[in-house]
């Protein structure tokens, strides 16, 4: 998750906007256009390069969605509901948003949900969205088997608060929440996640992302 705080800017996995137009900064307010920069994470396909302008917290508050946000709107990208709306007429049959998102490649921030944090919305451009077919909904809509890297705050020495890895859930997650979670998300099979629920809570060595190194 991205947290509200200094700039919303910065983009986790996905959030890209390659060959997009950048608005062009209010009047009156000096730098607003920031540098361009190359997302820290490589989404590769045709958002493989990228570029974005960071957007002020006043800036987000006046307009409830980030530079990025708009800059995709202004160069035809599609949010995962416009898109959905078009694939049911094109597939004959009712696709929602929550279906395709797991294969959307791009996302920006809008709106606000608890804790002050932004929200993801996916997008989708208009050459992504005709390579679509029936079968990428389906398979996209489908559970997956799976485990979760969570986090158990400690109180250590002289009272600093410290977190440590865990594997926090393992079981059948909704493929919109599983990549939502982003890389806090492990798949697996099933007969893995059988076996993988006794480390539910188990503490996992720094940067493992393998639940078998629980203990």
């Not at 393992?170 to 697996?188: C, I, S």
């Amino acid at each position: 998750m991205v947290r509200l705080i200094g700039q919303l800017g910065f983009r986790g996995f996905g959030e890209s906007s390659k060959s997009m137009p950048l608005p062009s900064p209010p009047a009156g307010q000096a730098g607003a256009g920031g540098p361009k920069r190359r997302s820290p994470r490589d989404c590769g396909g045709e958002n493989k390069m990228e570029t974005y302008q960071p957007t002020s917290l006043v800036d987000y508050a006046r307009q409830g969605k980030s530079n990025n946000f708009i800059a995709a709107a202004i160069a035809g990208r599609l949010t995962a509901g416009q898109a959905a709306k078009l694939l049911s007429k094109r597939l004959g049959r009712k696709v929602t948003a929550k279906q395709i998102e797991p294969l959307a490649v791009e996302f920006h921030h809008a709106g606000r949900f608890g804790n002050h944090k932004a929200k993801r919305i996916f997008f989708f451009s208009q050459a992504e969205l005709e390579r679509i077919t029936l079968a990428d909904v389906e398979q996209a809509a489908a559970p997956i088997w799976g485990w979760v890297l969570g986090f158990r705050s400690e109180l250590g020495r002289w009272g600093r608060k410290s977190y440590r890895p865990i594997v926090a859930e393992v079981g059948q997650f909704a493929a919109d929440k599983a990549h939502r979670l982003g890389d806090k998300f492990h798949e697996l099979s099933e007969p893995e996640a059988t076996e993988a629920k006794a480390a539910v809570g188990k503490s996992l060595p720094a940067f493992s992302n393998d639940w078998r190194e629980a203990q």
